[in-house]
């Protein structure tokens, strides 16, 4: 069964840190790039970052750069989102999603062929 599950997410104060991890199950991550979204409450989905298939190549949203690292172990066929200094408006649905490609990574959403359920993240004092 093909399977992406996000975990780590919870509650945290504004300034602090939190790390997701997108776990893979009935496929190898190492063909795959991916991709962290979210969604806060009323907004539409946002690309924020992603990880090509080898690693080498990420990508970040200007929200989040300098803030957010994507970082990728294929041994354990999983993504981690170490995300720091956080804000309020870091808060939302964080999803996982992979897309079958050998080099780089996108934003768009639709080549992402399997989504996680979501990890909720609330910043807030």
């Known amino acids: 069964q093909v399977q992406l599950v996000e975990s780590g997410g919870g509650l945290v104060q504004p300034g602090g840190s939190l790390r997701l991890s997108c776990a893979a199950s009935?496929?190898?991550?190492?063909?795959?790039?991916i991709g962290w979204f979210r969604q806060a409450p009323g907004k539409e989905r946002e690309w924020i970052t992603c990880?090509?298939?080898?690693?080498?190549?990420?990508d970040y949203a200007d929200s989040v750069k300098g803030r957010f690292t994507i970082s990728k172990d294929n041994a354990k066929n999983t993504v981690y989102l170490q995300m720091n200094s956080l804000k309020p408006e870091d808060t939302a649905v964080y999803y996982c999603?992979?897309?079958?490609?050998?080099?780089?990574?996108?934003?768009?959403?639709?080549?992402?062929?399997?989504w996680g359920q979501g990890t909720q993240v609330t910043v807030s004092s």
């Open positions: 999603a992979s897309d079958r490609r050998v080099f780089g990574c996108v934003h768009n959403q639709s080549p992402y062929e399997y």
């Open positions: 009935g496929f190898t991550l190492a063909v795959y790039a």
């Open positions: 990880i090509s298939a080898g690693g080498g190549s990420t």
